[in-house]
């Protein structure tokens, strides 16, 4: 009893000391409010589309130096090779099968006599009733804006205020600027003066909304229109490209000025963010939605482009800086992919995951906390649509209905309207130029299971159904013409 009451006595000084007896012994002092997040979101940029991923002839010093204060992933993925549907993915953690906006439009792109099967019936809008990361993080106490680019509906029904978004600046349906040039035609956003261009617009009223919000936790979404078409720039900078060398198929002075606007606000809002003494309790990522336009840019050694499951189509550059937490100028190598950033972003802040909201991704804090790994083992893509070639050296299309899957170096893609399997070593084979599925039928046939189980858990639609106005000759004879062009 004695010793008992001595520790009891004990335990009491010690929580006077501490002043309550449930205080935190961690270095982060008790008032420390939960990070900010600033993701910015780049439409169409490519995978080598930025200094730090190799680029000469593009000019981003501001996003390069993010690059050398945070982690650089050099495996990192948008959830399909267009926008509308990794965007999907992003806000709701899951992929395409449970929200059903498989690609941007319909589904039944290019003339139906060159359309082997009939494709999965797609949807464009996001559903309200699926969570957002933006519905979440206001539960745990943030303010939050999407500026820019939506394309997932339209409010009041489905834009981002109907999606858990306190602001929305110039968001809507739209896959694409009418203008990058005041005026912008579009509803959610005030026209500025003439001649105002958009990209630095959305710069100004992302800048505004951190200056508003500076001492409250917040999440800021900014999903650039840029660098979608149209191309526009500003006429000084595209000169300066014009009297600039290119690197290789790196060479359009249009889209060169564009990146660099872009670049440009990257870096006023990080001057902001370390303005305002924010920039250490702060969490900034860097993110395109899928790869470059091919008819536009270049992603070598990279095969594809946008519109593709090649690798030039879903492997996107990828920054995270977080003070404290990630090691300045590291990199992880890791295979991560859009839907991640849901989990991720729940763990950092706090938020809890609303009941019976399934989510796919898995958070990569353990990756920006140095880890090597994280527990699953295959990250998928189901695109049961066609996308018509915009270039010649595709033929009639860019891709057919596919699926795919990665299990560590291995790639392996599906096409549904022939049955086509590839197989590719993306440690040895980057450029998914050698197909060795005939070589490896064990390796094959393991990534083919794991993607048919895959399918059947999430029940994922497959397009079967032979297409009537298919006509194989015409077909035959349109690619012949294309490629030959």
Same mark, same amino acid.
């Given at each position: 009893?004695?010793?008992?009451?001595?520790?009891?006595?004990?335990?009491?000084?010690?929580?006077?000391?501490?002043?309550?007896?449930?205080?935190? *012994?961690?270095?982060?002092?008790?008032?420390?409010?939960?990070?900010?997040?600033?993701?910015?979101?780049?439409?169409?940029?490519?995978? /080598?589309?930025?200094?730090?991923?190799?680029?000469?002839?593009?000019?981003?010093?501001?996003?390069?130096? *993010? +690059?050398?204060?945070?982690?650089?992933?050099?495996?990192?993925?948008?959830?399909? &090779?267009?926008?509308?549907?990794?965007?999907?993915?992003?806000? =709701?953690?899951?992929?395409?099968?449970?929200?059903?906006?498989?690609?941007?439009?319909? =589904?039944?792109?290019?003339?139906?006599?060159?359309?082997?099967?009939?494709?999965?019936?797609?949807?464009?809008?996001?559903?309200?009733?699926?969570?957002?990361?933006?519905?979440?993080?206001?539960?745990?106490?943030?303010?939050?804006?999407?500026?820019?680019?939506?394309?997932?509906?339209?409010?009041?029904?489905?834009?981002?205020?109907?999606?858990?978004?306190?602001?929305?600046?110039?968001?809507? /349906?739209?896959?694409? &600027?009418?203008?990058?040039?005041? &005026?912008?035609?579009?509803?959610?956003?005030?026209?500025?003066?003439?001649?105002?261009?958009?990209?630095?617009?959305?710069?100004?009223?992302?800048?505004?909304?951190?200056?508003?919000?500076?001492?409250?936790?917040?999440?800021?979404?900014?999903?650039?229109? +840029?660098?979608?078409?149209?191309?526009?720039?500003?006429?000084? *900078?595209?000169?300066?490209?014009?009297? %600039?060398?290119?690197?290789?198929?790196?060479?359009?002075?249009?889209?060169?000025?564009?990146?660099?606007?872009?670049? =440009?606000?990257?870096?006023?809002?990080?001057?902001?963010?370390?303005?305002?003494?924010?920039?250490?309790?702060?969490?900034?990522?860097?993110?395109?939605?899928?790869?470059?336009?091919?008819?536009?840019?270049?992603?070598? $050694?990279?095969?594809?482009?946008?519109?593709?499951?090649?690798?030039?189509?879903?492997?996107?550059?990828?920054?995270?800086?977080?003070?404290? #937490?990630?090691? $300045?100028?590291?990199?992880?190598?890791?295979?991560?992919?859009?839907?991640?950033?849901?989990?991720?972003?729940?763990?950092?802040?706090?938020?809890?995951?609303?009941?019976?909201? #399934?989510?796919?991704?898995?958070?990569?804090?353990?990756?920006?906390?140095?880890?090597?790994?994280?527990?699953?083992?295959?990250?998928?893509?189901?695109?049961?649509?066609?996308?018509?070639?915009?270039?010649?050296?595709?033929?009639?299309?860019?891709?057919?209905?596919?699926?795919?899957?990665?299990?560590?170096?291995? %790639?392996? *893609? !599906?096409?549904?309207?022939?049955?086509?399997?590839?197989?590719?070593?993306?440690?040895?084979?980057?450029?998914?130029?050698?197909?060795?599925?005939?070589?490896?039928?064990?390796?094959?046939? !393991?990534?083919?299971?794991?993607?048919?189980?895959?399918?059947?858990?999430?029940? +994922?639609?497959?397009?079967?159904?032979?297409? $009537?106005?298919?006509?194989?000759? %015409?077909?035959?004879?349109?690619?012949?013409?294309?490629?030959?062009?």
């Amino acid at each position: 009893m004695i010793r008992s009451r001595n520790i009891l006595i004990c335990m009491g000084i010690i929580g006077c000391l501490l002043g309550e007896w449930d205080i935190s *012994l961690s270095n982060e002092p008790p008032d420390k409010k939960p990070p900010n997040v600033v993701f910015i979101l780049v439409d169409d940029l490519g995978w /080598k589309d930025v200094g730090f991923m190799g680029s000469t002839y593009y000019e981003t010093p501001n996003i390069d130096k *993010l +690059a050398g204060e945070g982690m650089v992933f050099t495996d990192a993925y948008s959830n399909a &090779p267009n926008c509308a549907p990794t965007r999907a993915c992003l806000l =709701s953690g899951q992929y395409t099968p449970r929200h059903g906006i498989y690609t941007v439009g319909t =589904s039944k792109r290019g003339k139906s006599v060159y359309r082997r099967i009939i494709p999965v019936e797609n949807t464009t809008v996001l559903d309200p009733r699926i969570p957002t990361i933006a519905d979440d993080l206001k539960q745990a106490g943030y303010t939050s804006a999407s500026i820019g680019k939506w394309h997932l509906g339209a409010d009041p029904e489905s834009g981002p205020i109907s999606q858990g978004f306190d602001e929305n600046v110039g968001g809507d /349906k739209s896959g694409h &600027p009418r203008n990058y040039f005041s &005026p912008y035609h579009n509803t959610n956003l005030e026209d500025g003066p003439k001649g105002e261009y958009l990209t630095d617009r959305l710069t100004d009223e992302a800048v505004e909304f951190i200056q508003a919000n500076r001492e409250n936790p917040f999440f800021l979404y900014l999903s650039h229109y +840029a660098v979608h078409t149209p191309l526009q720039a500003k006429d000084s *900078l595209i000169k300066k490209y014009r009297d %600039k060398n290119p690197d290789g198929g790196q060479n359009n002075p249009i889209y060169a000025a564009m990146i660099e606007s872009m670049d =440009s606000g990257v870096g006023r809002i990080l001057e902001k963010l370390g303005q305002l003494g924010l920039e250490e309790n702060t969490v900034v990522i860097f993110f395109s939605d899928n790869g470059g336009h091919g008819g536009v840019t270049d992603m070598s $050694p990279l095969r594809g482009s946008k519109g593709m499951l090649y690798e030039g189509g879903i492997r996107v550059p990828m920054i995270v800086k977080w003070p404290g #937490v990630v090691e $300045p100028g590291s990199s992880c190598d890791v295979p991560v992919i859009s839907l991640d950033f849901y989990p991720t972003l729940l763990e950092i802040s706090g938020a809890k995951v609303p009941p019976g909201h #399934v989510i796919d991704g898995e958070s990569i804090v353990k990756l920006l906390n140095g880890g090597d790994k994280l527990e699953r083992n295959a990250i998928f893509w189901h695109f049961p649509a066609y996308l018509e070639s915009y270039t010649s050296e595709q033929g009639v299309w860019r891709t057919t209905p596919t699926g795919a899957v990665r299990v560590g170096d291995y %790639k392996l *893609l !599906e096409y549904f309207d022939n049955g086509k399997i590839e197989l590719y070593n993306l440690e040895e084979d980057i450029g998914e130029q050698n197909d060795i599925s005939s070589k490896m039928p064990s390796k094959t046939k !393991e990534l083919m299971k794991i993607l048919k189980q895959w399918r059947n858990d999430i029940d +994922a639609p497959v397009p079967i159904e032979i297409n $009537p106005q298919f006509d194989e000759d %015409k077909f035959i004879k349109r690619h012949e013409s294309l490629i030959s062009d």
